[in-house]
């Protein structure tokens, strides 16, 4: 979950105009990149051969 922190944060390294979609895109990268982070702080992460199995399975 984001804090309030980061999010200001991220907001300050905007330029001064922005649209909607480009906050909303970066909101959604934030979540997804701290969800990895603890997912993989928690082991919750696949080895390279379980990934590479899974990758061949979207090609079949």
Excluded: A, C, H, Y
Excluded at 1 to 20: A, G, N, V, Y
Excluded at 33 to 46: F, R
Excluded at 53 to 58: F, L, P, S, Y
Aim: glycine residues 4%.
């Amino acid at each position: 979950m984001l804090t309030k922190t980061r999010l200001k944060e991220q907001i300050e390294k905007f330029p001064e105009e922005f649209s909607i979609d480009e906050l909303i895109e970066n909101l959604i990268l934030m979540d997804k990149i701290e969800t990895g982070n603890k997912q993989s702080e928690n082991g919750e992460v696949i080895s390279e051969g379980e990934m590479e199995n899974e990758i061949e399975k979207w090609f079949e």
